[in-house]
């Protein structure tokens, strides 16, 4: 009103302005709502009937496995006058916020709250020590049954132990009383690798086998001459390598050492029983043979005894025979070879061995090349023989070193009969040349076609043009030319320098039949060499005056 004091009276003034926003209202709204709720007395009558629901145990447990792995932990809240005892950080603050909204008796909903977490872990705790019990259970369960399982099994071991050893004894009194042959043995110990195939092997049977077995098989060998008489002794031999060997020769024993007891595993060390007992029974009597008796230029006896025992040596053994009876017999058969002497080929008693020795014979290589070379210093063309005693080497000796041989020994005297070799066509002598073509297999293809036009397409060429140039019978020049063609091996005519040869033939021939000049072989040839060398003659004076110029 006018003339009075601001507030005078607790006089409100009406604000003009204006109206509240709607999102303030609704703000205020929700406040209020939640201070009723905060206020509603639950304890009354009318109240009682909002009752939460209850949760079992199971459904703790699913919701809580749901949630993930929560880990329950013990907090003591010491900020107030009294000490807390809280489950979960999330009630930290639960008291005071109750007093905040003003909910009724909010220590007693705090210890409801807090009673609720303790049962809650208790719940988890119980059933995670349930659930390791259950575990365990299970695991037991695996180990008693294993341990049933492994009894079972050692049982059964003793079992077969037992009657393996009861039939070993037997073995032995009858062993002892000298009416078992060496195939009774045998048949005993092939029915306890039958019936007990597993404990056969895990115990080393076969060393006890072998032990009965050694004295009567030295008994068998005993003077055997193995080069003469290959067979004897191979079929008892093959029916006790199934029983010292078996299928797999990989030693299993758990007793390693069994394998070695006795005199004969002092002498060779931990060898499988098979490989000592064909050392000591057959060994002995192929080495005395090999180094005493067997000629290396006659290889068929060991050979055959080889052959015959091919199935029943062991490899260690075949390796030993090769490495220490065959091959250092054969150096010195080489050492003492001459080609100009011995009436039986080299390759006739070497190359039967190439199939068992193979790379090992290489140091035997180089020497036989330097005799063949200084063998064939004196030999002339005509003599077919050295062609049958070099050509079998060809595959056996590598590429170089048989280019080599050649080139030094063969090709000269080759080259040699071509020079001699006269061209006539009224009267042909062709030994020369058929000398020359034996070696077309043997020499390689580029040598020989080299050969050829060093030492017979010139003087062929010329005879050709004299003869063009007389006025021929071309009848009877077309059939000199196919008869020298059909000489050359396939090798050769499939060769492109002696198709060029012969072209140049040809092309004279053409000339003469169409009554043109007919071109002397090689007269271009040597035209253009005189041009070129002219030429650069020529260069290097104008070269030198100018340096002298300059």
């Known amino acids: 009103p006018k003339n009075l004091g601001m507030g005078f009276n607790d006089f409100k003034e009406a604000i003009a302005g204006l109206p509240p926003a709607p999102v303030a209202v609704e703000l205020e709204d929700m406040v209020k709502e939640s201070k009723a709720t905060a206020k509603e007395k639950l304890w009354l009558r009318k109240n009682r009937g909002k009752k939460k629901e209850a949760r079992t145990a199971d459904e703790l447990l699913s919701q809580k496995n749901e949630q993930g792995i929560e880990v329950v932990q013990t907090i003591l809240d010491m900020r107030g006058p009294q000490v807390r005892v809280l489950t979960n950080l999330e009630h930290l603050n639960a008291e005071q916020s109750d007093k905040d909204d003003q909910i009724p008796m909010p220590e007693l909903q705090h210890n409801m709250r807090l009673i609720v977490d303790l049962v809650e872990a208790d719940i988890q705790t119980f059933d995670r020590k349930l659930r390791h019990e259950k575990d365990s259970l299970e695991i037991l369960k695996e180990e008693r049954e294993r341990l049933c399982t492994q009894v ?152 055959r005894f080889l052959e015959t025992w091919e ?131 043997a020499v390689p293809t580029h040598h020989m076609a080299a050969l050829l036009e060093a030492g017979f397409f010139p003087k062929w060429q010329q005879v050709l043009y004299h003869w063009l140039c007389s006025n021929p019978n071309f009848d009877e020049v077309t059939e000199w030319y196919l008869g020298w063609k059909c000489l050359l091996a396939p090798e050769l005519l499939a060769n492109e320098r002696i198709r060029r040869q012969l072209q140049i033939a040809l092309d004279m021939m053409n000339q003469a039949v169409e009554g043109m000049p007919v071109v002397q072989p090689g007269a271009r040839e040597n035209i253009i060499y005189l041009r070129v060398t002219e030429q650069r003659q020529f260069e290097t004076q104008q070269q030198a005056a100018a340096a002298a110029a300059a």
């Open 152 to 303: 079972t099994n050692q049982k059964r071991q003793i079992d077969s132990l037992e009657a393996i050893m009861k039939s070993i004894e037997a073995v032995q009194r009858q062993v002892a009383l000298g009416g078992l042959t060496l195939e009774e043995l045998a048949n005993t110990f092939i029915t306890l690798q039958t019936q007990y195939r597993e404990d056969y092997k895990l115990y080393s049977i076969s060393a006890i086998a072998l032990s009965f077995a050694l004295p009567m098989m030295l008994e068998i060998f005993q003077g055997w001459e193995p080069l003469l008489h290959p067979l004897r002794g191979v079929d008892i031999m093959g029916l006790w390598k199934g029983l010292l060997q078996g299928d797999d020769p990989v030693d299993y024993s758990v007793f390693p050492e069994a394998g070695t007891s006795g005199n004969y595993g002092s002498a060779f060390g931990n060898v499988p029983p098979y490989t000592q007992l064909v050392m000591e029974a057959v060994f002995p009597s192929l080495r005395f043979a090999a180094v005493n008796t067997w000629e290396p230029r006659d290889p068929e006896p060991i050979l």
């Open 311 to 441: 199935k029943v040596l062991p490899a260690s053994v075949l390796q030993n025979v090769l490495e220490h009876l065959v091959m250092p017999k054969l150096t010195t058969a080489v050492d003492s070879w001459d080609p100009r002497q011995e009436t039986v080929p080299i390759h006739a008693w070497l190359h039967p061995w190439l199939p068992l020795l193979g790379q090992r014979m290489e140091p035997l290589y180089h020497p036989i090349r330097y005799k063949l070379g200084e063998a064939l210093r004196a030999w002339h063309p005509s003599d077919g023989s050295a062609y049958a005693i070099l050509s079998p080497w060809q595959t056996v000796f590598d590429s170089g070193s048989w280019e080599q041989l050649l080139v030094r020994s063969i090709l000269p005297k080759l080259m040699g009969a071509l020079q001699e070799l006269v061209i006539n066509p009224q009267s042909q002598q062709l030994d020369q040349f058929h000398w020359v073509m034996a070696w077309a297999m």
